[in-house]
Nanobody
Framework: QVQLVESGGGLVQAGGSMTLSCAAS????????AGWFRQAPGKGREFVIS????????YYADSVKGRFTISRDNAKNTVYLQMNSLKPDDTAVYYC?????????????????WGQGTQVTVSS
């Protein structure tokens, strides 16, 4: 299996930007579709954005369209989440996830591996 570790979370002002990183170990990350999910207090874990194994295709939730960008550097076994124009509603614990079976990862039910999560807090 692959191990995932997120980093880069913290506090940011509304309208600002933040970059999260997901470092994989144990297996080449190029073998996995990867994505980001988030969970706010009192809410379920929801899909945010994902990237295909090849890195050629990306998928995103309507709530982050035009604001978030996902990319991957397979040579570094790392997936990145660039977040721009952040809103207070973006406040949540962000989780990196991976799946070696699906070409695209857009559901929590299909994610095989999860990171520990990193807190992102957006102040108004």
């Amino acid at each position: 299996q692959v191990q995932l570790v997120e980093s880069g979370g913290g506090l940011v002002q509304a309208g600002g930007s933040m970059t999260l990183s997901c470092a994989a170990s144990g297996r080449p990350f190029s073998k996995y579709a990867a994505g980001w999910f988030r969970q706010a207090p009192g809410k379920g874990r929801e899909f945010v954005i994902s990237i295909s194994k090849s890195g050629s295709d990306t998928y995103y939730a309507d709530s982050v369209k035009g604001r978030f960008t996902i990319s991957r550097d397979n040579a570094k076994n790392t997936v990145y989440l660039q977040m721009n124009s952040l809103k207070p509603d973006d406040t949540a614990v962000y989780y990196c996830a991976a799946d070696d079976y699906s070409v695209v990862l857009t559901s929590t039910l299909r994610a095989e591996y999860w990171g520990q999560g990193t807190q992102v807090t957006v102040s108004s």
